[in-house]
């Protein structure tokens, strides 16, 4: 009996080792396919079981996080939201991230590795740090300005710092409150699809990724091309242009909204924007000159990031004369971001270079120590340097006594250039207005700012006009919110 | 070894009469052993408290001192009534007892509406309260040969009782009498350990020498008709608790313990080829036919089928990944989500709590704990000498080895998924009662057996 006794003992034996073979199979050969399992909402649970880290603008946090006590427990919260939703996007428990929110979530989410500098403790304890902060390079100031000088009309304002590519102002309007997509109730769906359906599409940002045809502000890219190529070496010489011009090939004939662009030098053509003058300005440059040139102002660069991409402006190279000519004053398929075309403005205000912009200061763990830096970021050259000079007198001069004075600014020296693009079939659409300039203080050696502005339903009459009466005093206005702050405290 | 005279002989131990040195009665050790247990529970306690709210939960104090007093007590009764018991036993039983109370605990907190942790705490006092009463009145437990088919009778209408009441989520087990709800079935398991002990002890060698042998084996020898008639009783038996109260977990564990004694009893194997046979004719033919057990045997081969028809996780494969978010070490008590397994976090599926909160390590520290509690069990029986009290040991030993087997196997993927509760940590006053009552049986056993060769005369 003993013996059958030890048998059945050994048979328990082995049912005890096949729950222990078991137990090592299910929590350390398979534990990895079972965490990834998308029906498992451990990962969910654990990324919303801490406050998320905050985004700071100028010091503040322009974010945070409240407790729902439900099981994914923290949801995000904004200040300002509608303010700084086209930088921040949202971060939703059931939609996702979007911009900063997306690309700094490492960071923000606590899953950074740089934000465990144990990593094996951090495995052993099971511990995970606080969520990290991710600090923007926006001035408060000049976002509120340009938030409000927009007023919820359709439209958007880029401002960046034309010695560093950082980005002061990044507005789009209408704009959001991104923290109704925070939490996962019914409610959040049903804002959701609000917002989706909504017609003036308050969650496009339209100061990077939306395009718009450029217009007279694409001037300065034409002008800038000229002056780098020789086709014009004085810009007080009257040009040989026609008014009307014939565009090359066609029948089709180019007209001014004012009097007084035939043959004018180019410093009059600039003042008042005078089509003819630079569509065959950039017909006699060549498409190929031309296209490096805009190439140079990052123009056709589908890879810029700052950190979330930037939808890529546009200059078509494979056209013909004629639509050169348009290309040229910024329609036909000539397209920019308004970021792109503050990047237009910050090049002739730093000295021809054009630093890649970036939102970005540094990123910080959750008790404010510093992780990463923005460093140096690249540069291109994208005129030379007298060009720029050059260009800098034209642009002050719009402003001085041209189309763009409603941006001047008292003891500040300011250059600009308006615009107005046509759009839709046959030009019915409403024009969009655009002003795009950089403002420098008197007492200081270089421009501090640079700034796009575009306004969609600009509903006045069509002309230059339009541009400098409707964008420019947005311009002005942030740029005076820039020059007034210090510029320790752009952060 | 092969019969038991020699078998002690050789081993060294000296045989009765009178030995010269008196064996160590071993309470001390006991003592000292249920003092780590129960500081072992607090801890758990604490650390729940700790990981929730920061703070060490104001009900520590109290939670320990209701458990050490418990403790305490059976050990008196221990020591004043049994003192030879093997002084693993009830430490074991403290320490398996008050983890399952933490965990509760813990999944209360998950459960505002639900408390159970005091229901299971007034229940482990009742258990313990049976533990105390069983060893200081069961002076003998060869009485219990007597009961035999008392024993069996009481089993069987225990079995049946909960055909008169409603089933709950699919299964028949429950009687609910003034809010309380019961599982006769689980008191039925130490009665019927009791019924195979002793009929097996009358019966065994009827059942080991007759036969024929077939096939020209020399080992297998299928049993004769005659004697078949239990076995068929018992199988029916269990496919009848299967298919009136679809109590799968029950049924396999009836079998498999009429199966372990009658091998133990006879030591042929026949009975195991028999037994297999039939335990798998019964097994498929259920699997197939009853929708209940089906669906249990299909989540089993595919426990993620239902995630890849988009209807979420199953119980099982919730149960899979709280496991796998264990790892080795596991999250730490109160900051697992075992909860989202859902219905029966805390009977069926307390094991994953254990697993995703103390991972690996204290999973294998859990099944060792049980494995030695059955190890101890069996040492038991070997020691003893007469038949009954042997099957006896053995057979309790059985039911907990058994059950841990089904349960934690269900739980973890290992075999299909049958509803049981895990001894001493899951949820369930009936049985958490029947388990004091095996350890108090073990308790018993164990103290005659050793008492045995301490020269007194046995009992």
């Known amino acids: 009996m003993a013996t059958h006794i030890r048998h059945s003992a050994f048979f328990c034996a082995l049912l005890l080792v ?114 990290g902060n991710v600090v923007t390079t926006l001035n408060r100031a000049a976002q509120r300005a340009a938030y409000e000088g927009l007023d919820g009309r359709r439209g958007a304002v880029a401002a960046i710092e034309p010695a560093t590519g950082r980005v002061l102002a990044l507005v789009s309007s209408p704009s959001y409150d991104p923290a109704v997509l925070s939490g996962n109730a019914a409610a959040t769906a049903r804002s959701w699809a609000r917002l989706n359906d909504d017609p003036d599409k308050p969650m496009l940002n339209r100061a990077v990724r939306q395009t718009y045809p450029p217009g007279s502000t694409f001037k300065v890219v034409t002008a800038a091309a000229a002056l780098d190529a020789g086709v014009v070496l004085d810009i007080d010489r009257t040009t040989d242009s026609p008014d009307p011009y014939r565009l090359p090939g066609t029948a089709t004939m180019l007209m001014n ?22 569509a065959k300005l950039g017909v006699d440059v060549g498409a190929r000159r031309m ?132 759009h839709g079939v046959g030009n019915a659409g409403m024009p969009y207005a655009w002003f795009v300039s950089w403002a420098q203080s008197e007492r200081e050696v270089m421009p501090r700012v640079a700034v796009a502005v575009v306004v969609e339903d600009a509903s006045a009459e069509r002309g230059d006009i339009t541009g400098g009466g409707v964008a420019a005093p947005i311009a002005r206005e942030v740029m005076q919110a820039v020059l007034k702050s210090s510029p320790a405290d752009g952060s | 070894m092969t019969n038991a005279g020699p078998t002690v002989a050789q081993a060294g131990i000296p045989d009765a009469p009178a030995p010269v040195t008196r064996l160590p009665r071993r309470r001390g050790i006991e003592l000292a052993l249920i003092v780590v247990a ?93 533990f105390t009463v069983l060893v200081l009145m069961l002076r003998d437990y060869r009485v219990l040969q007597r009961y035999a088919y008392v024993s069996v009778v009481a089993a069987l209408f225990l079995l049946a009782l909960p055909i008169l009441f409603p089933a709950v989520n699919g299964a028949r087990i429950w009687v609910r009498v003034a809010g309380f709800s019961i599982q ?74 009429f199966v372990v004694l009658l091998y133990v009893a006879t030591g042929r194997t026949g009975w195991i080829a028999v037994g297999l046979l039939l335990a798998t004719a019964g097994a498929v033919a259920v699997g197939w ?97 007469e038949p009954f009290g042997r099957l006896l040991a053995v057979g309790l030993a059985s039911i907990v080895a058994l059950q841990v087997f089904v349960i934690a196997g269900g739980v973890t993927g290992l075999i299909p998924l049958t509803g049981m509760a895990m001894p001493f940590l899951a949820q369930g006053g009936s049985s958490l009662v029947t388990n004091w009552a095996i350890v108090a049986l073990l308790v018993r056993v164990s103290h005659s057996a050793r008492r045995h060769y301490d020269g007194e005369v046995a009992p």
């Open chain 1, 291 to 422: 296209g490096a040139a805009a190439k140079a102002f990052g123009f056709n660069d589908t890879r810029l990031r700052i950190p979330f991409s930037v939808a890529p402006s546009t200059f078509d190279t494979h056209v013909d004369r004629a639509q050169l000519a348009l290309s040229s004053i910024g329609q036909y398929n000539t397209r920019a971001t308004p970021l792109q075309m503050a990047m237009v403005a910050a090049a002739v205000a730093n000295a021809g270079q054009v630093r890649s912009p970036y939102l970005v200061e540094r990123t910080t763990t959750g008790n404010g120590a510093t992780m990463t830096t923005a460093g140096s970021r690249p540069v291109r050259q994208a005129m030379r340097p007298e060009t720029a000079d050059v260009m800098k007198q034209l642009m002050e001069d719009v402003v001085t006594d041209g189309t763009g004075t409603n941006a001047a600014i008292p003891g500040a020296i300011v250059g600009g250039k308006t615009g107005t693009a046509q």
């Open chain 2, 38 to 130: 129960v500081l072992l529970c607090v801890y758990g306690y604490c650390a729940v408290g700790l990981a929730r709210n920061g703070t060490v939960p104001p009900g520590a104090a109290g939670y320990g001192a209701g458990l050490g007093l418990l403790a305490l007590l059976a050990h008196c009764a221990v020591r004043l009534r049994a003192p030879y018991a093997d002084p693993l036993l009830l430490p074991i039983g403290v320490l398996l007892n008050g983890i399952g109370l933490v965990l509760i605990h813990r999944l209360d907190l998950e459960t505002p509406h639900d408390h159970a942790a005091p229901a299971q705490l007034v229940w482990s006092t009742l258990g313990v309260t049976l």
């Open chain 2, 289 to 385: 036919l009853e929708p209940h057990v089906n669906s249990r045997v299909q989540d089993w081969l595919h426990p993620f089928a239902t995630i890849e028809a988009g209807q979420g996780a199953s119980q099982v494969a919730q149960s899979l990944f709280a496991f796998a978010a264990g790892g080795v070490l596991g999250t730490g008590l109160g900051l697992g989500h075992a909860v989202l397994i859902g219905f029966a976090t805390k009977s069926d599926f307390i094991l994953a709590t254990a697993g995703e909160e103390l991972g690996l390590a204290g999973l294998s520290a859990l099944f060792l704990l049980y494995g030695l509690l059955v190890e101890r069990g069996y040492r038991a029986g070997l020691a003893l000498r």
């Open chain 1, 257 to 278: 909204e004012g009097d007084g662009c035939e043959d004018a030098p180019l410093r009059e053509a600039f003042a008042w924007s005078c089509n003819t003058v630079f």
């Open chain 2, 184 to 257: 006769p079935g689980e008191f039925a398991k130490v009665l019927l350990a009791v019924f195979f002990a002793a009929y097996l002890a009358a019966n065994r060698s009827a059942l080991a020498y007759t036969g024929r042998q077939v096939w020209r084996f020399r080992k297998v020898q299928l049993p004769t008709g005659r004697v078949l008639g239990p076995i068929l009783a018992v199988w029916l038996l269990s496919v009848g608790v299967l298919v009136l109260e679809r109590d799968l977990g029950t049924s396999l564990l009836f079998f498999g313990l």
């Open chain 1, 18 to 131: 096949a729950l222990l073979v078991n137990a090592v199979r299910i929590q350390i050969f398979s534990a990895r396919s079972f965490d990834d399992n998308p029906a498992n909402r451990r990962a969910t649970i654990a990324r919303y079981e801490r406050p998320r880290g905050n985004i700071l603008v100028g010091g503040k946090s322009v974010t945070g996080s409240r407790d729902s006590g439900e099981q994914l427990r923290y949801e995000r919260t904004y200040t300002d939201g509608p303010l700084y939703a086209p930088v921040t996007g949202f971060a939703s428990q059931v939609y996702g991230t979007t911009l900063l929110e997306h690309t700094g979530d490492p960071v923000l989410a606590g899953t950074d590795p740089m934000l465990s500098p144990f990593p094996l403790v951090n495995d052993l304890t099971r511990a995970q740090g606080r969520g």
